[in-house]
């Protein structure tokens, strides 16, 4: 069984470390604003023993009038949304974060409808949507040219339109610090180049070679892309997936014959279950 692969009836995961990538990513993108700017300054999350000391380390902190760009609504944007609202930073609708300038900061929220349409219909249905994700286009160009900060967190695969492209990056590219949190080389953020590590999270990526440099350099837009995220609050992070699991599977497992157990199994009495079919294609068991 794998627990990635346990999900309620509606597909929706019971069990990830999502929330914690969130609040990680939205950390680090922050700091590394806060470095590239030295308008505040905030220490690394690994250097806090949990979650709890790292909330005392907002109090009295003054982040500037800037403007950030939250992508996705599942777990990991819940984590970049509390980040932010525990940091004082204001939320808005999207046609106020695109039309206004604001004397506080502020963020905006973009989940699926706000993000893609469909090519000739002008809509968004979220099932067609993953099922087809080549018919849509995506609407968040117009948000690179008034947004500071990016923290992203949409699923990308390779047939979902990216958040923007290489040639998008221009003069009127407002973005200097972009959290990757879902990660995904060149994925939905063409610029990610690849992991960092946790001691070393952010490099720059030069705005006309579009090449890796030194992160903080003035033509550069500095990236946050690490895939271990939660691995820096590991007691938090740990103490949640144990809560998780006793909530919903344990119980499953030891009175047996569940249907949520069923659809994790990727091999039983030797041979890979029909969901996982596709694995014999690699050479079986």
């Known amino acids: 069984m794998d627990y990635e ?18 609040i990680v990513g939205a950390h680090n993108g922050m700091m590394a604003y806060g470095k590239r700017t030295g308008s505040f300054a905030l220490n690394p999350v690994h250097e806090c023993k949990d979650y709890r000391t790292l909330i ?13 760009a939250v992508t996705g609504s599942g777990r990991v ?15 808005v609708e999207p046609d106020e974060y695109l039309e206004r300038k604001f004397s506080y900061p502020v963020y905006v929220q973009l989940k699926g409808a706000d993000l893609y349409t469909h090519k000739e219909l002008k809509t968004y249905k979220r099932d067609h ?43 009127t590219f407002s973005i ?13 953020v063409p610029i990610n180049l690849g992991d960092q590590r946790i001691s070393n999270p952010v490099y720059g990526v030069d705005k006309i070679s579009k090449e890796k440099t ?3 350099l003035p033509d550069s837009i500095d ?32 009175k047996g014959d569940s249907a949520l157990i069923d ?11 029909q969901p996982f079919d596709y694995m014999n294609q690699y050479g079986g068991i």
């Open 176 to 188: 200097q610090t972009i959290a990757d949190i879902t990660d995904d080389e060149h994925g939905s």
């Open 56 to 68: 005392h380390t907002y109090f009295g902190l003054k982040v500037p009038n800037i403007k950030i």
């Open 214 to 216: 030194a992160p903080y």
């Open 5 to 22: 692969c346990l999900v309620h009836e509606d597909g929706q995961r019971v069990l990830g470390f999502g929330f914690f990538a969130g």
């Open 263 to 273: 659809r994790a199994t990727m091999v039983s009495k030797g041979n890979i279950t």
């Open 223 to 254: 990236v946050m892309a690490v895939g271990n995220l939660p691995n820096e609050l590991p007691r938090d992070a740990s103490q949640y997936f144990g809560e998780q699991l006793i909530k919903y599977v344990l119980e499953d497992l030891v």
């Open 129 to 171: 949507f993953h099922e087809h994700p080549s018919a849509y286009r995506c609407r968040f160009l117009p948000f690179t040219k008034c947004t500071d900060i990016l923290m992203n967190g949409v699923y990308w695969t390779e047939n979902v339109p990216r958040l923007f492209e290489l040639g998008d990056i221009d003069d």
């Open 77 to 91: 944007a819940h984590g970049v949304l509390e980040v932010m609202n525990l940091m004082g930073i204001t939320e």
